[in-house]
């Protein structure tokens, strides 16, 4: 952590630091919200990201957003600090870097930015390790130790907690299990020149692939062959499956199968308590879960069988990511 | 850890717990020493693990032979507590869970066994743990919060730091990298049954096998070819190598660049400052770094290329072990 210099709290009611604002920045929209300590998001409000071509436009109109929301809990002396989730957020370094779908080139240095210009401390993470601590503080993984947060989303991301903390990795970096390779010489993915990795296969995209490989395959029918090619996603081959599309269930059953191979390698890296799978790849509810867990079970060692719990995430997909941001708040070292 | 009540050290000279023993249970033989807090070894000694059926027996003769060096440092008094490397042993239980390589079966309740004929605190885990415990505070990862040790032996295991402690899992079962899935629906592990694991390739053993698929696929000249079948061993396989044949230059090309596809797939989950390969393997040196290092390079998404150390070991294989055990004493929590 980064060390933050900042005012001091002192709120005429004697109450100091009562609420922490969390801010989940995605490459469409940020999100915010006022969260007090239990995780009720009191106020929630939400701007452009990708408008803003310069990151000190985006901080003022982000600045302009939340004030109001600071004003409604009593004004800054109640704000304890702000937490955010990015994508590429780096913790100890408190800069975004390199991250491909935002406007903001090269090393951006977020919490600097936001101190100066909301004088509140601040704490940034990536935002599937934002969505884990959240989902340890609110959600399912509450009370647990070891657990690991994969999210399904766009991309593939993953948040590792072991001995209770996130595990951050010597730089920051740890945790990008989406790019680990579960098929090598597998799928091309054109965003990492990998082969192979498990985002290739079990991110929204990799699912809109695969079913569009089965299609051209087979010549079996299908609902799906009644979309254009452009058409057909993950909601489209969610939909066919649910009315019974044959080759639409084979694309859950497949992305089960690469997923569940994946998590039982990451089982026996940590060994944890639970894997909470999270992300739009979710509402598959059984589609995904059951082929997943058969083939995790599969692939793990006897010591390892029948103990890990795979559960769905308990948060609204809306709320985690800003949950588990402000959730960075409460413990971030200050000086001063 | 499991808490342990012991005898209270009051020495003559003032001075309490001001050695630890260090105990290394392999399949063979039993390792032990008496290990200063600098990690100098002043006493070592060894037992016969494989002739007790028994583990009472045992842990008598352990006894009988350990007491002579405790009573070199001036007795019990200066004796802070045994900690013990074992395969399959479990920090949290302390217990030897199904060690396939042990005489003793189902559930061994080392700790308490010790404790009881010692009269000293006991803690136990596995050995690449123990390993790894001693790397960081005597060998290659002194001072790294961040590391991944590899034990590439007759099996291949593994002790994962995170944030300056070892990742041991909900159930003290992490760090089994060794039977993580590299390559899918390869070799088959006679022991596990699993197919493809890292152990199937990376071990002595693999690299055995490794050697007798490449002599009987291919027809070229071999110095390997002048031993029968069963006399070729990594031994052999190293010898050859030495001498520049080129089959078994080829074995070791094979094999680091599997270990490094699955040292890529561990970077990526822990983002650690080292790896640190430990163990028989070693021996061929950059016969088998390098290509290990090209491997793993090659997967990695670029944030984590060429940052990341490739490290030998560098404490004594017959030390290491004596002194990863020997230094989890001094974090043993006792009540008192």
Redesign the interface.
Known sequence: MNQVSYRATNSPLGVSGTFAIGIDIGGTNTVFGIVDHRGDIQYRGAISTKKHLLIDDYINELYDAVLPAIDQVGGLDYIRGIGIGAPNGNYYTGTI??APNLNWKGIVPLTDLMTAKFQLPSALTNDANAAAVGEMMYGAAKG???FIMITLGTGVGSG?V??G?L???????????G??????EGRFHPG?K?KGSLESYCSATGVRLTALEMLENGKEDSLMRNYAKEEIDSRVVYDCAMQGDKIANEVYEFTGQVLG?AL???V??????AIILFGGLCKAGDLLLNPTKKAMEE?L????RN?IKLLFSELKEADAAVLGASALVWEIKTVG
Chains 1, 2 share one sequence.
């Not at 026996?268 to 308590?273: D, N």
């Open positions: 870097e390199y647990m130790k070891d590792i072991a001995n903390s595990i951050l990795g010597h730089d920051g970096f740890a945790g990008e299990l790019h680990t390779i579960i098929i090598p990492t990998a191979k039982a390698n990451f026996m890296f940590s060994s944890p308590e692939n060692l006897p010591i390892f103990k």
